[in-house]
Every structure is written in structure tokens, then in C-alpha cells.
């Protein structure tokens, strides 16, 4: 079975700052797929970035971006310039191939202005 | 993009009633259609995995004599709280799946209260 940890709970930046947030998994898989998804306050699930595991590029979207290091098992979220509308919960999901997503716990980005 | 349209957003009964919750493809064909459950603060947990035309696959701890899914068509998976409890109350999910790109597509939720 997979897992996939968050072991930041909570997190502030200042508007226009860079934060990170941090993700580890555990999988005996060598095919996968990684991702980071946003929840704001109305709930939706917004996909946030994927990352496949056979790409060793990092996934890069505009201000979003990882750093995928999968020899340990490591996939943070780095976000640029923060904007007050990046305010919300942020998870990091884990899926094989054609199966469901494995959430971790979560953390609770805050930007403040 | 792909869209998937979840009915109710929020619905509100008396405990011992049922709840049906309604999950839609809208513009794609989804094979796979996932149930979550997510309670306050917390994560969303997957409920069960319903494939169009065959049995739901339920994962460990969910009652699937309770939790009633049904995927009769490849655009519509319902999940039906039956005899529904005040700690049934919670947030439930659906999302589906229908290419080969690995990518999953989000109803918007549905808030469940059991009074």
C-alpha cells in the first residue's frame, strides 16, 4: 500500500514570497504518477501540477513548480510570488497507474498581505 | 477541460433516511468513477472504486450495505446513504476517470447533515 506524509500541518508567507511545501511518499512502485492539488474554501479539488515518475524533469506550472527527487521519495511544491488567492488547504497525491488517488493530510497554506 | 457535475452540494435529512448523490461526465466517457469522504479538516479518504457495469470494489471499513454505489452508465456512478446517521454527516467526493492520461476530473462535493 501507498502513503504519502505531510508533515507541515499549517503554513503562512507574505504575499509576493516564495513558500514550499513539502511531500514524501512510500511506494514499491516504479511507475507512477504524483500530484498537487488545491482546495480552497468552496471545497473543489483543483488540480494544482502533475508529475510523472519516469520524467525526471521537474513539472513546472507558471508559478508552480516541484522538485521531484524520487530516490527519496520526496515531491514539494514550490510556489512563487504568492498571491492571497493561493489561500486554501494543499494536498499531495500519489497514484499508480489507472488507479485511485492515496491523499496525504494536507497543509493549510495562509498568504498574508 | 473535462467536467464532472456532483448533485446535491448540500442536502440536509433526518436520521434513518436515505440520500442519493448524483455524479456526471459531462463531456467524456469515465470508466472509473472514485468515491471520497472527507470530514472536517481532514483528508479526503477513498470510500470505494465503482467500474461501469460491474460491482463496486469498497475499501476496508466502508459498510457497502450502507454506502449503495451504482455505475450503470458510463456517465453517471450514484452513491446512496441509506438509513443515514448524524455520523454519516460529512463531505463526500466523486471523481472519475476516463482517458489514459492519468488524470482524474473533481465533482464539487456534496455536504452531508444528518439531524
Known amino acids: 500500500a501507498q502513503t504519502v506524509t505531510q508533515s507541515q500541518p499549517e503554513m503562512s508567507v507574505q504575499e509576493a514570497e516564495t513558500v514550499t511545501l513539502s511531500c514524501t511518499y512510500d511506494?514499491?512502485?516504479?511507475?507512477?504518477?504524483l500530484f498537487w492539488y488545491k482546495q480552497p474554501p468552496s471545497r473543489q479539488m483543483i488540480l494544482v501540477i502533475r508529475?510523472?515518475?519516469?520524467?525526471?524533469q521537474n513539472a513546472t506550472e507558471n508559478r508552480f513548480s516541484v522538485n521531484f527527487q524520487k530516490a527519496a521519495k520526496s515531491f514539494s511544491l514550490k510556489i512563487s510570488d504568492s498571491q492571497l488567492g493561493d489561500t486554501a488547504m494543499y494536498f499531495c497525491?500519489?497514484?499508480?497507474?489507472?488507479?485511485?488517488?492515496?491523499f496525504g493530510g494536507g497543509t493549510r497554506l495562509m498568504v498574508k498581505p | 477541460g473535462a467536467v464532472v457535475s456532483q448533485h446535491p452540494s448540500r442536502v440536509i435529512c433526518k436520521s434513518g433516511t436515505s440520500v442519493k448523490i448524483e455524479c456526471r461526465s459531462l463531456?467524456?466517457?469515465?470508466?472509473?468513477m472514485f468515491w471520497y469522504r472527507q470530514f472536517p479538516k481532514q483528508s479526503l479518504m477513498l470510500m470505494a472504486t465503482?467500474?461501469?457495469?460491474?460491482?463496486?470494489?469498497?475499501e476496508q471499513g466502508v459498510e457497502k450495505d450502507k454506502f449503495l454505489i451504482n455505475h450503470a452508465s458510463l456517465t453517471l456512478s450514484t452513491l446512496t446513504v441509506t438509513s443515514a446517521h448524524p455520523e454519516d454527516s460529512s463531505f463526500y467526493i466523486c471523481?472519475?476517470?476516463?482517458?489514459?492520461?492519468?488524470?482524474?476530473?473533481f465533482g464539487s462535493g456534496t455536504q452531508l447533515s444528518v439531524l
Open positions: 465503482s467500474n461501469e457495469g460491474s460491482k463496486a470494489t469498497y
Open positions: 508529475q510523472e515518475a519516469y520524467k525526471q
Open positions: 511506494t514499491s512502485e516504479s511507475n507512477y504518477y
Open positions: 497525491a500519489f497514484m499508480k497507474h489507472s488507479t485511485e488517488l492515496t
Open positions: 463531456d467524456f466517457q469515465a470508466t472509473t
Open positions: 471523481s472519475a476517470s476516463g482517458d489514459a492520461n492519468e488524470k482524474l476530473f
